[in-house]
């Protein structure tokens, strides 16, 4: 299959999504830049998590664009991107998984070729000026972001491609020394306590568990929490008591975090960004899914990243059609949360000893 564009000069890749879709798709960009070495590729990501694309091998620019909930200050910061972005007269846009807003860029942009890919099956493709191929079709969201690059004509090998972070040296020494800094021996066990909404954490006190069984077993447990998740790392502590070898990073810079993750031994947490940023950082994880199936977002294979799934619950009702089944409660009020609850602290530990690094 021939490329679409033989000899793109300049092609943009647009993705202004969450943190993990962010580290998703740095494997698509080195997709990209492997169909087309000479063109020269931009991003335009959310603000909030550019500087994890920093030092990338196939990006020659990145473009932050403010995130707003409210609907006049997103329409505003679309229009400042789109007027900046229209005077790199780009040859081709991607946008690898569109929303209102961020198609709307991607058209401002005047690109002539566009590949839009709105992830919903029912949803038109608006503005895309060529095909997503297999739309519709149930898959990771890694494998619909390469799908976009595929709308181009290029022949993506999924097996070829998996999201990484590129770290400099005296980033890698950062993290060192914030990991020499809390006192924890190794191996090291992170643990990621949050997730985007309440249904999708596993219960404090299993997480106290597992860091109970790795202190006891010899090794130091990092406790890793986001903003506005500070509480839960006092609520864990009260069930561990006083112990030694453990400590608690919250809302690091997140290039820091990234090095102390590959510098330890393994990942505990939610489905969560925090996840994807370990396992594209080098770290084995295990991952606790719990409200959504993670055919969609484990992309990775599970001998180095096992995850914990109890399946066939019919709580999980809400997904549209053309999607695994999900459930979007904030807090469960059918099954007592047992899609998490009833996930064993006792296996999900001997999981983080048989794949730790």
Same mark, same amino acid.
């Given at each position: 299959?021939?490329?679409?564009?033989?000899?793109?000069?300049?092609?943009?890749?647009?993705?202004?999504?969450?943190?993990? =879709?962010?580290?998703?798709?740095?494997?698509?960009?080195? !997709?990209?830049?492997?169909?087309? /070495?000479?063109?020269?590729?931009?991003?335009?990501?959310?603000?909030? +998590?550019?500087?994890?694309?920093?030092?990338?091998?196939?990006?020659?620019?990145? +473009? /932050? @664009?403010?995130?707003?909930?409210?609907?006049? %200050?997103?329409?505003?910061?679309?229009?400042? %991107?789109?007027?900046?972005?229209?005077?790199?007269?780009?040859?081709?846009?991607?946008?690898?998984?569109?929303?209102?807003?961020?198609?709307?860029? !991607?058209?401002?942009?005047?690109?002539?070729?566009?590949?839009?890919? #709105? &992830?919903?099956?029912?949803?038109?493709?608006?503005?895309?000026?060529?095909?997503?191929?297999?739309?519709?079709?149930?898959?990771?969201?890694?494998?619909?972001?390469?799908?976009?690059?595929? %709308?181009?004509?290029?022949?993506?090998?999924?097996?070829?491609?998996?999201?990484?972070?590129?770290?400099?040296?005296?980033?890698?020494?950062?993290?060192?020394?914030?990991l020499s800094s809390a006192n924890v021996p190794r191996p090291v066990l992170t643990i990621g306590l949050g997730a985007n909404r309440p249904t999708k954490c596993w219960p404090l006190e299993h997480f106290a568990e597992v860091a109970r069984r790795w202190r006891t077993a010899g090794g130091g447990v990092l406790l890793i929490t986001g903003p506005g998740e500070a509480d839960r790392v006092s609520r864990v502590l009260e069930r561990i008591g006083d112990e030694e070898g453990i400590s608690h990073l919250h809302a690091p810079d997140l290039r820091v975090l990234s090095a102390v993750f590959s510098q330890s031994s393994v990942h505990l947490g939610n489905d969560s960004g925090v996840?994807?940023?370990?396992?594209?950082?080098?770290?084995?994880?295990?991952?606790? #899914?719990?409200?959504?199936? /993670?055919?969609? +977002?484990?992309?990775?294979?599970?001998?180095? &990243?096992?995850?914990?799934?109890?399946?066939?619950? /019919?709580?999980?009702?809400? %997904?549209?059609?053309?999607?695994?089944?999900?459930? @979007?409660?904030?807090?469960?009020?059918?099954?007592?949360?047992?899609?998490?609850? =009833?996930?064993?602290?006792?296996?999900?530990?001997?999981?983080?000893?048989?794949?730790?690094?």
């Amino acid at each position: 299959m021939r490329p679409f564009l033989t000899r793109p000069k300049k092609i943009l890749l647009i993705k202004l999504r969450s943190l993990g =879709e962010t580290v998703l798709s740095t494997a698509s960009l080195q !997709a990209l830049k492997d169909a087309f /070495p000479d063109t020269r590729i931009h991003a335009a990501v959310s603000s909030d +998590w550019a500087s994890l694309l920093v030092h990338h091998p196939a990006i020659d620019r990145i +473009w /932050p @664009v403010d995130r707003h909930e409210d609907k006049l %200050a997103r329409a505003r910061s679309i229009a400042r %991107a789109a007027l900046k972005l229209r005077l790199e007269n780009f040859d081709c846009v991607l946008n690898l998984h569109a929303s209102p807003s961020s198609s709307t860029l !991607a058209f401002a942009t005047g690109a002539k070729v566009r590949a839009i890919h #709105f &992830h919903p099956g029912r949803k038109n493709d608006r503005y895309s000026t060529l095909e997503i191929p297999d739309k519709g079709t149930i898959k990771s969201v890694l494998e619909k972001d390469f799908d976009v690059v595929r %709308a181009l004509g290029v022949p993506v090998a999924s097996e070829k491609y998996r999201p990484f972070i590129t770290l400099k040296p005296s980033e890698m020494d950062e993290g060192f020394r914030l990991l020499s800094s809390a006192n924890v021996p190794r191996p090291v066990l992170t643990i990621g306590l949050g997730a985007n909404r309440p249904t999708k954490c596993w219960p404090l006190e299993h997480f106290a568990e597992v860091a109970r069984r790795w202190r006891t077993a010899g090794g130091g447990v990092l406790l890793i929490t986001g903003p506005g998740e500070a509480d839960r790392v006092s609520r864990v502590l009260e069930r561990i008591g006083d112990e030694e070898g453990i400590s608690h990073l919250h809302a690091p810079d997140l290039r820091v975090l990234s090095a102390v993750f590959s510098q330890s031994s393994v990942h505990l947490g939610n489905d969560s960004g925090v996840k994807h940023l370990a396992a594209a950082s080098g770290l084995p994880t295990v991952t606790l #899914f719990g409200p959504e199936d /993670p055919s969609e +977002w484990h992309v990775y294979p599970q001998d180095r &990243h096992p995850l914990f799934y109890i399946p066939d619950l /019919p709580c999980r009702r809400d %997904a549209p059609p053309n999607s695994p089944p999900r459930c @979007v409660l904030e807090e469960c009020t059918v099954e007592k949360h047992r899609c998490m609850v =009833e996930i064993s602290p006792a296996e999900v530990y001997e999981a983080c000893r048989r794949v730790m690094k």
